[in-house]
């Protein structure tokens, strides 16, 4: 069992190589919650299958940079992202980040449990298993707990591992199902043709879900890497990993739309669209790539509650995120409602992330990539709080509330101009901007062997 938390990864314990990001990222994002968002793109926004493909493109090509550029400080420091967010921030100052970080982690991991409750349950119901009370729910809840704890409780080297096997499983199983889904398919069809208001909230809901989701994430995975890495290669397994099954599934998605109408259940709808047959196989797709995709949130919570001043062993943090998940996943399955307020959540807390992704980038390009990474963890030392990031990041929360479009809440700048959903570029451009003008010149310290 890994003992490291977000603590310097000394060179003497450094291993792996950079295209070890590749199958790291391939196998966290193949997933069915991937697939759902394709879907989503044509039945919630009314995008033609053309209109979404080009969404889905754009939306990635934007967004995936980010986890190559955050998985960059991984070698260089040997830490966290988030703990790598001290830099900008200061020690102090990038608690409240951080805590963000690990509640967005926790609702996307709540949320990938509901799912797995859910299609334990009709995998049951297949078996004949139709009288499911409230006690089978809680047996398999807890059963799904214990299988997800495994490979995040022992940690980097496990999750590195399986994610690789992952990958090969599930770009067999997802051809498979591309290939029975696709005489079905009606290109021409979808949810018609959307304005460019509507476009622009499609690919503001891609990005959210995807790159800039991850974004925060890069750096947990690239830590143990060596110093000596390429850089070049750093950042193009990691943001590859993630780009190009984004790219297929979601258009994958797409295509499914388009035969399964105004349905974006991936358990009771989506296998509407596949031979009967095949709807074992497939619940047991779904089960595993959530698995999947739950390991790498379920590791980096536990890193993102350290990096928020909680001063607790890794292990514990990742036994205490699962326990918080098994609470919401057991109002989840038994309430109609929760799922909708979880989403809105979620899509509210996207608020932060496109600012500290400004901040981030700006600050990594201010210093150069030179990090003194012993000073991230000086809690002496003046600049705990600094106040030119804050300042910064509640900018780009403004600018980016000010233009975004939810089902929770609509922005003035979107409402003047036709509910169009630029609250990411917004949010990068003000905060990355505000930094670069507060501190034009950081002062960069470099420990040298």
């Known amino acids: 069992m890994e003992q490291r938390g977000i603590e310097l990864v000394s060179a003497g314990e450094r291993y792996g190589r950079p295209r070890d990001l590749l199958f790291l990222w391939s196998g966290t994002t193949m997933g069915i919650f991937t697939l759902v968002y ?23 090509l934007l967004s995936f ?10 070698p260089a420091t040997g830490t966290s992202t988030m703990a790598v967010s001290r830099a900008a921030y200061g020690p102090k100052g990038a608690r409240v980040l951080s805590f963000f970080g690990w509640l967005n982690m926790v609702g996307f991991e ?28 809680v047996v ?57 208001a509507t476009f622009t909230m499609a690919i503001a809901m891609i990005m959210s879900a995807g790159g800039l989701s991850w974004g925060p994430l890069g750096g947990d995975y690239s830590r143990y890497l060596p110093a000596s890495s390429s850089r070049k290669a750093v950042f193009g397994y990691a943001a590859l990993g993630g780009f190009v099954p984004y790219v297929l599934l979601m258009t994958l998605g797409a295509a499914v739309a388009t035969v399964v109408k105004d349905n974006t259940d991936p358990i009771s709808g989506l296998p509407g669209a596949l031979p009967q047959w095949f709807v074992v196989p497939y619940l047991l797709l779904a089960i595993v790539s959530l698995f999947a995709v739950n390991t790498t949130d379920l590791y980096s919570s536990g890193l993102n509650l350290q990096a928020a001043g909680i001063k607790v062993k890794r292990w514990v ?42 901040v981030y980038i700006t600050d990594w390009l201010r210093r150069r990539g030179r990090y003194d990474a012993e000073a991230l963890f000086d ?22 509330a000010l233009w975004i479009n939810s089902a929770v809440f609509v922005g003035p ?37």
């Open 38 to 60: 394709g879907i989503t793109i044509v039945a919630a926004f009314q995008l033609s299958f053309t209109q979404a493909v080009i969404a889905i493109v754009i939306g990635n």
């Open 413 to 449: 700048l979107s409402e003047a101009t036709g509910g169009s959903d630029f609250s990411i570029f917004a949010g990068f451009l003000v905060a990355g901007a505000a930094y670069a003008l507060l501190v034009p010149r950081p002062a960069v310290r470099t420990v040298e062997a």
């Open 317 to 358: 943090a990742v036994v205490g995120d699962l326990v918080l998940c098994v609470l919401i996943t057991f109002v989840a399955v038994t309430s109609n409602s929760f799922n909708t307020m979880l989403n809105n959540f979620l899509a509210l807390l996207i608020i932060w992330l496109a600012p500290w992704a400004g």
């Open 110 to 137: 709540a949320g990938g449990m509901v799912l797995i409750t859910f299609a334990a349950l009709s995998l049951l119901e297949q078996a004949g298993v139709s009288d499911q009370g409230l006690g089978l729910k």
């Open 379 to 400: 809690e002496q030392a003046p600049g705990q709080v600094r106040w030119p990031a804050i300042i910064a990041q509640v900018l780009g929360m403004a600018a980016a």
């Open 65 to 74: 940079p980010l986890v190559g550029l955050t998985s960059l400080q991984g």
């Open 140 to 196: 398999v809840i807890l059963v799904a707990a214990a299988i997800q704890l495994v490979l995040p409780l022992i940690g980097h080297a496990a999750v590195m591992k399986a994610q690789k096997y992952f990958t090969w499983v599930f770009v067999v199983l997802f051809g498979l199902m591309a290939i029975l889904i696709a005489p079905k398919v009606e290109l021409g069809g979808g949810g018609g043709s959307a304005d460019f």
